[in-house]
């Protein structure tokens, strides 16, 4: 299957302000997810997304922060301000969230010089009614493998998992193995980990592991959140 290239102008990438616009948009856009990661796929550089607003908010901010492995050094962070083009709706959060991820995503490369491996999002990826959350879309309009990893069930059950750290089990969601449940660590709930775009749950799962550090969540959404809320604060400038 060949890869779809990503939009050559993000910014003028169109959003939906309407429900049915975005279902329709859904259904146009997740038949280019492509589930398996690259040939040769060995990250070095992994990035974690996380954005912050308030259900009524009129805008939002978007943080990405880039890690290297295996030293989870931070070695580059942007951040963006954008307007919400739409209400809040369930499953429809990644229309909401995107125009901001790409300004940051935009800001990142433009400021540093620097294309992640593959970008983790607080969120889901396959793991979704739709079968295409934040992850697959952002995945999609980048041309980037992406990864859900988000703290609660959006779709699908796991049989219960062992208390240890690196526990794991199935996420099955009618029928379909659409991510895994994975705890990082001892006797604390597990993480959802579901695949966005070039990707595929085993190698979703090893890539969360690899920027896992003690905690129940990745270094990855912990600095991705404490750099968007920092923003929203003013305690740091957006860019």
Known sequence: MSIPPPPTDLAATHFPTTVAEAAAEQQRLRGLVVLRPPAGFAPRLVAGCDVSMGRDDV???????????????????????????MPYVPGFLSFRELPAVLGAWASLVAA?????????????????????????HAGVLLGLPTIGCAKSILVGRHE????????RAPLVHRGETVGAAVRLRAR????????????????????????????????????????????RRGERPVG
């Open 59 to 85: 805008e939002c901010v978007a943080g990405i922060v880039v890690l290297a492995l295996p030293g989870l050094e931070t070695v580059a962070e942007a951040t963006a301000v954008a307007p919400v083009p």
């Open 112 to 136: 540093h010089d620097v294309r992640p491996d593959v970008l983790l999002f607080d969120g889901q990826g396959y793991a979704h009614p739709r079968r295409f959350g934040i992850a697959c």
């Open 160 to 167: 219960a998992l062992e208390p240890e750290r690196g526990a």
């Open 188 to 231: 604390v709930q597990p993480m959802i980990v579901s695949p966005g775009h070039l990707m595929d749950v085993d190698t979703a799962v090893r890539v969360v592991e690899s920027v896992a550090a003690g905690l129940r969540e990745p270094e990855t959404t912990r600095r991705a959140h404490r750099l968007v809320n920092a923003v």
